[in-house]
């Protein structure tokens, strides 16, 4: 009777059925040791990278501790895209297991690096500069922002015209501002267009006739990683009226990768639109700005 029964089973069981069921209870190969640590490794480098941004925004940390540390999340991405092409090539020879860790940590790595790339690419064609000036001749001097400089910071001086030159060279269409509008004006208008634009202040002096400079000075963050860039404005009167200057000078680093100089270009606009209550003159002011410096104005008695 059993043997009966076990004919009928055989005839009733699909053809390649227990083929299958061997294939199902053969062992899955174990993934690739090298793609799950390309994986960890890439995923590690978000908190690290993560951390470099909140101890800088913190200010918990001087500014070389925390570059060391975004470049070592950058370095643990580097190394997890090594270990996923490895693991890819082992994947494909071996024919184990791990292919999505593989080409999670690539994910991961090409997003950590790619930025920092771009800004690489940047840094190759724009000139080494970190000090921006409407007015080489008599720039804007940083005197409170001085004081919240630490010995590692740049100086707080001017290096002078090879440095202007090469700042006119690549970027030639920063130049000071002229309006004709009064002093007192012309500094309210400042103070409103920097504090719309959220930058620490410092310090603030209103103009005196006769005596004493308009002045602003402030502290900006980079967007993403919140290093400290200062700003320093300055309202001068002039026989037209009064004529701005700006400076903007990275507090670390020899290179602002065209910061400083499009902050400054923009800062300009945004005074010459606060200040010019004829709309249809701004297009051709700015191309006198563009065309041309204008000459440096004679220092008020202090």
Request: hydrophobic residues 50%; positive net charge; proline residues 8%.
């Amino acid at each position: 009777m059993q043997g009966l029964i076990a004919i009928a089973a055989r005839r009733l069981t699909p053809p390649g059925f227990e083929r299958a069921m061997v294939r199902r209870r053969l062992p899955q190969p174990p993934p690739s040791r090298l793609a799950i640590w390309a994986r960890r490794l890439a995923i590690f480098s978000l908190p690290v990278a993560a951390l470099a941004i909140i101890i800088e925004r913190a200010g918990l940390l001087e500014f070389r501790p925390v570059l060391a540390t975004f470049a070592a999340a950058l370095a643990l991405a580097a190394i997890a895209i090594l270990l996923a092409i490895a693991a890819l090539v082992v994947i494909w020879i071996d024919g184990c297991d791990g292919a999505r860790y593989a080409l999670a940590a690539l994910a991961i790595g090409a997003l950590m690096l790619a930025y920092p790339a771009y800004l690489g690419v940047k840094a190759y064609q724009l000139p080494a500069i970190n000090d921006i000036t409407t007015d080489p001749h008599d720039p804007p001097r940083f005197e409170a922002v001085a004081r919240l400089r630490t010995r590692e910071a740049n100086p707080v001086a001017y290096r002078g015209p090879a440095l202007y030159e090469r700042q006119r060279a690549a970027y030639p269409d920063v130049a000071p501002l002229a309006a004709n509008v009064d002093a007192k004006t012309a500094y309210e208008a400042a103070y409103a267009v920097v504090s719309q634009r959220k930058w620490r202040i410092v310090d603030a002096r209103p103009p005196q006739a006769g005596r004493r400079d308009g002045r602003i000075e402030a502290i900006v963050r980079t967007p993403i990683m919140g290093f400290r860039d200062d700003v320093v404005i300055r309202i001068r009167t002039v026989e037209t009226g009064v004529r701005v200057d700006v400076r903007s000078a990275s507090r670390y680093g020899n290179h602002d990768l065209g910061t400083n100089a499009a902050r400054v270009s923009s800062l300009i606009e945004d005074l010459d639109e606060a200040m010019t209550p004829d709309k249809g003159e701004q297009p051709a002011r700015k191309a006198q700005r563009a065309a041309k410096s204008l000459p440096p104005a004679q220092p008020a008695r202090r």
